[in-house]
């Protein structure tokens, strides 16, 4: 059954709305955090200069210089990064300080030091996935609100709509979506009755029963159920320890399906989402329960170790790749090498972003974000 985000069934306040929002833009901040600090404490521990350690992206907002560091938060709140002093080999470096540079560092020491950022954010993903685990899943119970009419189903055909009470199906009332979903799956292609409460008033609405895209031989009208969260069902901590790694594992299996299917199918596409989305689904989420915030946030921090790792540059997976190469060549790679493959990256990182903020924008004016919980 799906979920449709709480704030569509009982609309917050601006307040409260603004609230969330401004939480779930502090939680993805801590992800960014962490995954920069890993970068950070990895150069130190090999002895390079850190020169500067930033939360979001220049201008500054708030800067300040404590030791050799300077700390700050950027105007452009899209990420963040640590400057490592020597990181490309046209730097100027200062006089006796040339063995704190990046490109003076054994090939093995860059490639970790790249790849502490997202590590960070794997950790951090697992740890909190153990915590959704060992506080208490969610327990939830279906009822029967309508949260969702499926675009192009005989639901929406009929008038049905989200926020509608289902009473009863051709007269016979019942409180168990179940029970209603599996009258429905034997009448596919038949009209039926359906009684609903909309707004404090009930009224009776006729509607055929379509056929399961999935399952040809069940009907399906085309609606998805709320459900209720009724309490949480605390795990022991080996069993929270040991799904929170099993999570880990089919999580990370499950993205780098999608990234493959964002160059196959139009559907993935439509589902790509901007920063936009990403905060407007976490504050959602918030509404919904802590517990739920926690692993949403859990997937976010893995699904940004998992992009950051990909072979492409300027992310950390394509310095990653570059530093290997030279390894194996035995020889530094041309800055214009570089500069052109950057490019590339940087335009494909533009499409996508162009792409799922068109996303984001229709969702706002229409439907929404759905939630799994």
């Not at 040339?98 to 740890?127: D, K």
């Not at 506080?135 to 639901?155: K, L």
Request: proline share 6%; no cysteine.
């Amino acid at each position: 059954m799906t979920l449709r985000p709480a704030a569509r069934l009982r609309p917050l306040s601006v307040r409260l709305a603004v609230m969330l929002v401004f939480i779930s833009i502090i939680g993805i901040g801590l992800l960014i955090l962490f995954h920069e600090s890993g970068h950070f404490l990895a150069a130190k521990s090999f002895g390079m200069k850190a020169e500067k350690f930033y939360i979001g992206f220049p201008p500054a907002l708030v800067k300040k210089k404590i030791g050799e560091t300077e700390y700050g938060v950027g105007f452009i709140p899209l990420g963040g990064y640590v400057k490592i002093m020597g990181m490309t080999r046209e730097e100027e470096v200062p006089a006796g300080e040339e063995g704190r540079a990046y490109f003076s560092q054994p090939v093995w020491q860059r490639v970790l030091t790249i790849a502490a950022g997202p590590l960070m954010n794997v950790l951090i993903a697992g740890l909190l996935f153990f915590v959704f685990y060992y506080q208490g899943v969610p327990d939830f119970r279906p009822n029967t609100t309508v949260a969702q009419v499926v675009s192009g189903s005989g639901a929406q055909a009929a008038g049905i709509q989200s926020g509608d009470k289902v009473l009863a199906i051709n007269g016979v009332r019942s409180n168990d979506p179940e029970a209603m979903r599996s009258f429905l799956q034997r009448h596919p292609d038949q009209k039926v009755t359906v009684a609903v409460e909309r707004g404090g008033r009930q009224m009776v609405i006729s509607a055929t029963v379509g056929r399961d895209p999935d399952n040809s031989s069940q009907g399906q009208l085309g609606i998805g159920f709320g459900q209720d969260l009724v309490g949480t069902l605390p795990m022991p901590i080996f069993q929270a320890g040991k799904d929170a790694v099993s999570d880990l594992g089919f999580i990370t299996k499950e993205v780098f399906v999608a990234i493959k299917n964002l160059f196959v199918s139009a559907q993935s596409r439509s589902q790509l989402s901007s920063p936009i989305g990403i905060v407007a689904i976490s504050s959602e989420t918030i509404s919904l329960g802590w517990g739920i915030y926690i692993r949403v946030l859990g997937l976010i921090s893995l699904q940004l170790a998992i992009f950051n790792l990909l072979p492409l540059l300027p992310l950390d997976g394509g310095h990653v790749l570059f530093n290997l190469i030279e390894k194996v060549k035995g020889s530094p790679i041309r800055r214009e090498t570089f500069e052109r493959v950057s490019i590339v990256g940087l335009a494909l990182f533009a499409l996508l972003f162009i792409m799922g903020l068109m996303n984001d924008i229709q969702k706002l004016m229409g439907p929404g974000f759905g939630l799994n919980p």
